[in-house]
C-alpha cells in the first residue's frame, strides 16, 4: 500500500504509516488468533490457568476440575502443544505445569484481569514473575531496534534451540509456539545474533560433535543422530564442509 495513499473517507483520524504497515501482517494476527481460539474452551483456560499455579498431574487435575482423565489429557496434549504449558516425568508420572515465557505471563495476567482474581503468586514469583535469563552479549548488533519483551523472546528461541541440538524446529513451529510472525523472527534472530538461525544453530551442532567425536566413544551415526541428523552420510558431508575434516578424520587425529 502506497503510504500516501488517501483511505476512501477521510475523518481527520491521522493512518500513519505504522498502522498501515501491522495491518497488513496478517500472519501475526493469525498466530494471535489461534492462541485465542486455543483457549476459547473454558475447560482449557481452566487447567491453564490452574497450571499457572501449581505443577500437577493428570489424576490430581482431573479431581480439581471435576473431569475426567481423558478429557484433561486431551486438553493438555493442546496446550502443549502449542508450548504454553510443558511436562516432566517422574518415574510412571507425568506432571505438568505453565511454561515460564512472556506469552504464557501475558495471557494468565489477561485472565485474571477479565475475571478479577486477585493472583496470590503475584508477588512470590512462579509463573506471573518470570526469571530472567542470562543477558545477551552487549557487542551484539541489532538490539538496539527491538524491545526488551522481543529480545527475550528471541533469546528464548535460541535457549530452546541450542538446548535440543538433536530436534529439528520449524520456523512455522517456533513461531507458533512463541507467538511471533516467522519473518520477524528470522529478521530479529539474524540481527541479534548475527547469522541467520539455520546457520547459526549450525554451528552449535558442528561444536558439539566436534566435542563429543574428541571427548567419548560415540560413534560417528551417534553423534550424527546427537546433533540432529538422521544421515550419518549428510552429517559427515556437513562437517567437512564446516571443519574441514571428516568426523572420522578429526577422530584419528585424537
Given at each position: 500500500m502506497?503510504?500516501?495513499e488517501?483511505?476512501?473517507h477521510d475523518h481527520g483520524g491521522e493512518i500513519n504509516e505504522?498502522?498501515?504497515?501491522?495491518?497488513?501482517?496478517?500472519?501475526?494476527f493469525k498466530t494471535v488468533s489461534d492462541v485465542f481460539k486455543l483457549l476459547a474452551d473454558p475447560s482449557r483456560v481452566r487447567?491453564?490457568?490452574?497450571?499457572?499455579?501449581c505443577e500437577e498431574c493428570v489424576v490430581n487435575i482431573s479431581y480439581l476440575t471435576g473431569m475426567t482423565s481423558p478429557a484433561v489429557s486431551h486438553h493438555l496434549r493442546q496446550l502443549r502443544a502449542a508450548g504454553l504449558i510443558q511436562s516432566r516425568r517422574e518415574g510412571k508420572e507425568v506432571y505438568y505445569k505453565a511454561s515460564?515465557?512472556?506469552?504464557?505471563?501475558?495471557?494468565?495476567?489477561a485472565i485474571e484481569m477479565?475475571?478479577?482474581i486477585a493472583c496470590p503468586e503475584e508477588k512470590s514469583g512462579d509463573i506471573s514473575s518470570v526469571p530472567e535469563l542470562p543477558g545477551l552479549d552487549d557487542n551484539m548488533g541489532g538490539e538496539g531496534r527491538y524491545s526488551a519483551q522481543q529480545l527475550e523472546t528471541i533469546r528464548q528461541v535460541h535457549d530452546l534451540l541450542t538446548e535440543n541440538l538433536d530436534r529439528r524446529f520449524t520456523i512455522e513451529e517456533l513461531s507458533r509456539r512463541f507467538l511471533i510472525n516467522p519473518s520477524s523472527l528470522k529478521?530479529?534472530?539474524k540481527a541479534v545474533y548475527g547469522k541467520s538461525l539455520a546457520a547459526h544453530i549450525k554451528e552449535h551442532r558442528m561444536e558439539l560433535a566436534a566435542r563429543l567425536l574428541r571427548e567419548t566413544d560415540m560413534s560417528v551415526a551417534e553423534v550424527a543422530e546427537r546433533v540432529g541428523y538422521e544421515?550419518?552420510?549428510?552429517?559427515?558431508?556437513?562437517?567437512?564442509?564446516?571443519?574441514g575434516v571428516l568426523p572420522t578424520e578429526l577422530r584419528k587425529s585424537f
Amino acid at each position: 500500500m502506497d503510504d500516501h495513499e488517501l483511505i476512501p473517507h477521510d475523518h481527520g483520524g491521522e493512518i500513519n504509516e505504522n498502522l498501515r504497515e501491522n495491518i497488513e501482517k496478517t500472519e501475526r494476527f493469525k498466530t494471535v488468533s489461534d492462541v485465542f481460539k486455543l483457549l476459547a474452551d473454558p475447560s482449557r483456560v481452566r487447567i491453564f490457568w490452574l497450571l499457572c499455579h501449581c505443577e500437577e498431574c493428570v489424576v490430581n487435575i482431573s479431581y480439581l476440575t471435576g473431569m475426567t482423565s481423558p478429557a484433561v489429557s486431551h486438553h493438555l496434549r493442546q496446550l502443549r502443544a502449542a508450548g504454553l504449558i510443558q511436562s516432566r516425568r517422574e518415574g510412571k508420572e507425568v506432571y505438568y505445569k505453565a511454561s515460564a515465557t512472556e506469552q504464557v505471563r501475558l495471557l494468565h495476567g489477561a485472565i485474571e484481569m477479565t475475571m478479577e482474581i486477585a493472583c496470590p503468586e503475584e508477588k512470590s514469583g512462579d509463573i506471573s514473575s518470570v526469571p530472567e535469563l542470562p543477558g545477551l552479549d552487549d557487542n551484539m548488533g541489532g538490539e538496539g531496534r527491538y524491545s526488551a519483551q522481543q529480545l527475550e523472546t528471541i533469546r528464548q528461541v535460541h535457549d530452546l534451540l541450542t538446548e535440543n541440538l538433536d530436534r529439528r524446529f520449524t520456523i512455522e513451529e517456533l513461531s507458533r509456539r512463541f507467538l511471533i510472525n516467522p519473518s520477524s523472527l528470522k529478521e530479529m534472530f539474524k540481527a541479534v545474533y548475527g547469522k541467520s538461525l539455520a546457520a547459526h544453530i549450525k554451528e552449535h551442532r558442528m561444536e558439539l560433535a566436534a566435542r563429543l567425536l574428541r571427548e567419548t566413544d560415540m560413534s560417528v551415526a551417534e553423534v550424527a543422530e546427537r546433533v540432529g541428523y538422521e544421515s550419518q552420510s549428510k552429517f559427515s558431508a556437513e562437517f567437512k564442509k564446516s571443519t574441514g575434516v571428516l568426523p572420522t578424520e578429526l577422530r584419528k587425529s585424537f
